[in-house]
C-alpha cells in the first residue's frame, strides 16, 4: 500500500486514482487538466508509525497495513506505547516491548499532549503493569479462554489508569465502540478503495442519489 492515493472531480463524480494515474478521466475517457482550486487531493492513509506517537493504544497487523479492516479479524494485534514509543503488547511470550515492527498502525492517541505529568505517570505505570503475573506466558492460554489476550491486555491498562485517575472502567463493547470502531470504520474505507484502484486503476465514489437508491457506478 505505498501508492499515493488521490481524489478529483470530473464528469460530476468523484474519481479516486493513484498520484501517478492522473491523466485520463475514466469515465469520459479525455484527458484531464486542472485549475488551481480543482486540482487532485491527496487521501491521507489512515496508517501512521507507532513508534512515533506517544502514549496510544496501537493497533497493527503481522500481514501489513492492507489487512488492517477488519475489525474482527484474528491477525490484528494491538498494544500500547509509552511516550518514548516503545509498544507494549500481549502475546504467547508474555509481554513484548517493540521499538520496531509498528510502523505501519492505527494509531489512537490517548494522553493528551501537553500533559508532561500524566506521560510520566503512563510510562512507570505500564511498565510495573505489564509485570502484574496476569501478564506472564504462562497465564496467556488462561486469558484467551476469556477472549482477552492482546486486547485484554490494552484494555486493562486503560482501566487501569482510568481508575488512578478516579474514572470508571469500560468495557470492552465500550471501548471499542466509543474509541476504536469510529478509527476502524475509516480505515476499511481507505483499504476498499485502495484495493478497488489497485484492481481496476480507479475508484467512482457513487454519488449520494446512486446510494440511497444502491446503484453502484461500473
Ligand atoms: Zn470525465
Redesign the pocket.
Known amino acids: 500500500m505505498e501508492e499515493t492515493l488521490v481524489k478529483y472531480k470530473?464528469?460530476g463524480?468523484k474519481i479516486y486514482v493513484f498520484s501517478d494515474r492522473v491523466r485520463v478521466?475514466?469515465?469520459?475517457?479525455?484527458t484531464?487538466s486542472f485549475g488551481l482550486l480543482d486540482a487532485p487531493v491527496v487521501v491521507p492513509a489512515p496508517f501512521t508509525n507507532g513508534h512515533r506517537v506517544a502514549c496510544a493504544f496501537t493497533i497493527g497487523s503481522a500481514l501489513g497495513p492492507a489487512h488492517l479492516g477488519e475489525w474482527s479479524d484474528s491477525e490484528l494485534h494491538v498494544g500500547i506505547s509509552n511516550s518514548a514509543g516503545l509498544v507494549f503488547s500481549y502475546t504467547l511470550a508474555g509481554v513484548r516491548q517493540d521499538a520496531t515492527g509498528w510502523e505501519r498502525s492505527v494509531c489512537i492517541q490517548l494522553v493528551p499532549p501537553c500533559r508532561p505529568a500524566l506521560e510520566e505517570s503512563w510510562d512507570a505505570e505500564i511498565q510495573r503493569f505489564s509485570l502484574r503475573p496476569e501478564w506472564s506466558s504462562e497465564r496467556f492460554e488462561e486469558q484467551r479462554e476469556f477472549g482477552s489476550c492482546c486486547y485484554g491486555f490494552a484494555l486493562s491498562f486503560i482501566n487501569h489508569i482510568r481508575s488512578l485517575d478516579n474514572k470508571a472502567g469500560l468495557s470492552r463493547d465500550e471501548f471499542t465502540r466509543r474509541l476504536v470502531s469510529p478509527h476502524m470504520s475509516s480505515v476499511s474505507r481507505y483499504i476498499q478503495v485502495h484495493r478497488a484502484v489497485s484492481q481496476q486503476g480507479f475508484f467512482i465514489h457513487p454519488s449520494e442519489e446512486q446510494q440511497e437508491l444502491g446503484i453502484h457506478p461500473p
Do not use: D, L, S, T
Open positions: 470530473h464528469c463524480q478521466c475514466p469515465i469520459c475517457r479525455h484531464v
